[in-house]
């Protein structure tokens, strides 16, 4: 009996926010992004390695064309990935998320028909901005996330993930934000990730950025000289 | 004139020159599949080859035979077989290639602190597959080294040894120091902490000859000190934070005698408990933690009752992924007037006086650190201010503050600290320059 009164409480608190997931954050009416990345992957124990070269997507599908620090083209499209060494002519492929990739922050909405709103309250975050603090919780792993939305301007400004015994896993930090084609857009985005192998940072900085510009569908099919097999990642 | 058709090979090698030549006897069919053979062998696939070809109308078929991982046999020593083995699956049923394997290798020993890692590749039940025997030996100790320029101390080296065990570790501590041609700190540690569960068991030895000077009798002098302690206490998480309480019992040595005149010693003894409770936020990956760690012993010596407490609270504040706030506070309280218990007012908590040894019953200081990461995950720049009040030796509270200004490099495992600092109350001219250097392996 008690634990039947705990779940109704519990499920009580869950849906005791009025916002849905929908209206935390809008904004992201972004189909197409043509932008120059500068990345920063930094992981323990490993040299920093800094990554160069062109962002492109379109809904579902993206390419990346890395000219630092070596030639490497990166391709999703249809949800599978594509990581081709030309120096080498080695293809490596992977079934991945079919999540959109037009705004760093919208992948995070693939998942949203999972995730339950527990809380809401006021915060700051950087020097004193006002802001909304959601906890939100995700049926299917059990983790908690908390995203702190600018209160003014909508946008996720950080989004860090715990496990259910309160082990941070990821900590998203979505920065200087620009305003381009009336979208709201972070141009600097920090990933901090716990993995197997200790901690991993990964820096994203968005120069020259063009939204919802066109974008030719065959860049997301990849063109590859003779003899070349791919390999699962 | 046969055209060249490959068969049974699916790992990406370039072949193109091979496709591309036309065969015309049994014996350049041979070559090729001998070529064929030793371009699998350069690429890492050692145990794949060609194994038989056949000339059919216009056609030569080269039939590869691919070696895959049939089986992994692991012997290891170490309490973390399951999860290296739990690793090498992923090799499993891959087409062998000494290259790939390798390097897998090499991440597994870093990865799980590896001394050793050996392997054998022997045929699998006499099939052309491989069986892989891989012994590892887990590494038994990590090192870290640390060159720090402290006030007073001078050049301080150090070295930490850990022994790593099954819900146990054992730490051995070594630090010298140097300054104007003087040691002026020689200490070791010897500690063991178990946690089998929430509650753990922590013991150890501190052993330290220090340079001390008492700057209102004009005097320095040295003292030993010889300080066992063993305690009992429990680990807790709250939210992101681990939280650990220890209650211990500790007894105190110390043998004082003026520096070059071993004539004039004495010596003292003291016992009491002490409570130290510590709590961080190490479940966060955030690059600055939280910390707060707290002490206080109470008992008595041969002459008094002693009561000493010390707390230092870290809340660093992320303002963007590069930018950090970061206050900090450190308070000192000791009941006893000999210089033994009392701590020297100018120190890493308070820089800049290098030159004063005033020491202290009672101190409490408040930190401001900006810290922003110039160049990522390279060059971290900080300027700081720091004020605090204290009990001089004439027993009068007094005032006293600090700024400065450093840089942190980081690379790889090695951090190397530069900075300098300044009183509020003094020239500009009069400033102390701190270094070190951290390294761990």
């Keep these: ?233 | 004139m046969a055209k060249v058709v490959v068969l049974g090979l699916t790992v990406p090698i370039n072949i193109a020159d091979i496709e591309n030549k036309s065969v015309v006897s049994e014996q350049q069919a041979k070559v090729l599949a001998i070529a064929l053979t030793n371009k699998l062998h350069e690429s890492g696939y050692t145990t794949s080859y060609v194994n038989r070809y056949q000339l059919e109308n216009d056609i030569c078929y080269l039939y590869v035979v691919e070696s895959h991982i049939a089986d992994i046999q692991l012997a290891a020593d170490s309490a973390l077989k399951e999860y290296i083995m739990q690793d090498l699956q992923k090799l499993l049923g891959a087409v062998y290639n000494r290259k790939t394997v390798h390097a897998f290798l090499v991440q597994l020993k870093e990865k799980y602190l590896l001394d050793l890692i050996q392997i054998n590749v022997v045929n699998y039940n006499e099939s052309d597959d491989v069986s892989l025997v891989i012994r590892v030996r887990a590494r038994k100790i990590a090192w870290s080294f640390e060159v720090a320029t402290l006030p007073i101390y001078g050049i301080t080296p150090s070295i930490v040894v850990t022994v790593p065990m099954h819900k146990a570790v054992m730490t051995m501590q070594g630090q010298v120091g140097f300054n104007e041609e003087r040691v002026t700190l020689e200490k070791g540690v010897f500690e063991y902490m178990s946690f089998p569960a929430t509650i753990g068991f922590h013991a150890g030895v501190l052993v330290s000859r220090e340079y001390t000077v008492w700057e209102r009798y004009g005097t320095d002098f040295t003292v030993t000190i010889a300080k066992p302690y063993a305690g009992i206490g429990i680990f807790k998480n709250r939210g992101v934070f681990d939280i650990s309480a220890f209650l211990y019992g500790v007894a105190t040595y110390y043998k004082v005698s003026e520096h070059n005149t071993a004539e004039l010693e004495d010596t003292y003894k003291d016992a009491g408990i002490e409570l130290r409770i510590q709590s961080k936020d190490d479940r966060s990956i955030a690059k600055k933690n939280k910390t707060l760690q707290a002490s206080l012993f109470a008992g008595f010596s041969q002459d008094e009752y002693l009561l000493t407490s010390r707390a230092l609270g870290i809340a660093p504040l992320q303002i963007t992924s590069r930018f950090y706030v970061i206050p900090s506070a450190y308070s000192f309280y000791t009941n006893s007037f000999k210089r033994i218990y009392t701590e020297y007012v100018f120190d890493s908590y308070l820089l800049g006086f290098a030159s004063r040894y005033t020491s202290t019953q009672s101190r409490h200081i408040a930190k401001l650190e900006l810290m922003n990461e110039v160049i990522y995950e390279f060059v971290f720049f900080e300027i700081f201010g720091a004020s605090g009040v204290y009990k001089s030796e004439y027993n009068r509270w007094e005032k006293t503050s600090s700024w400065g200004a450093g840089a942190d490099i980081y690379y790889n495992t090695i951090i190397i600290n530069i900075g300098c600092a300044w009183n509020t109350d003094k020239q500009f001219s009069q400033y102390y320059i701190f270094t070190g250097v951290r390294a761990k392996l």
């Design chain 1, 1 to 233: 009996m008690k634990r039947v009164i705990y779940v109704i409480c519990l499920l009580f608190s869950i849906q005791s926010s009025a916002d849905t997931i929908d209206t935390i954050i809008n904004n992201f009416a972004v189909e197409s992004i043509d932008a120059t990345i500068v990345q920063v992957i930094a992981e323990t124990g490993k040299p920093t390695i800094r990554y160069e070269g062109r962002y492109r997507a379109y809904k579902q599908n993206m390419r990346i064309d890395y000219s630092k620090p070596f030639p490497q083209i990166v391709i999703v499209k249809e949800g599978n990935l594509q990581w081709y060494y030309p120096e080498s002519k080695e293809l490596w492929v992977m079934h991945t998320m079919n999540a959109p990739v037009t705004h760093p922050f919208a992948q995070f909405f693939a998942f949203k028909d999972r995730i339950v709103i527990k809380s809401k309250e006021n915060t700051y975050y950087g020097l004193f901005k006002r802001a909304y603090k959601y906890i939100l919780i995700d049926t299917t792993t059990r983790t908690r996330i908390e995203v702190i939305v600018d209160k003014h301007k909508g946008y996720p400004v950080k989004k860090i993930t715990f496990t259910d015994d309160n082990v941070e896993i990821m900590r998203e930090q979505y920065e200087d934000y620009a305003y381009i084609n009336n979208v709201w857009f972070p141009t600097t985005v920090e990933v901090v990730a716990r993995t197997r192998n200790g901690i991993t940072r990964n820096i994203t900085r968005y120069y020259d950025v063009h939204l919802n510009m066109k974008i030719q569908p065959d860049i997301f099919i990849l063109q590859l000289p003779k003899g070349v097999r791919a390999k699962q990642m």
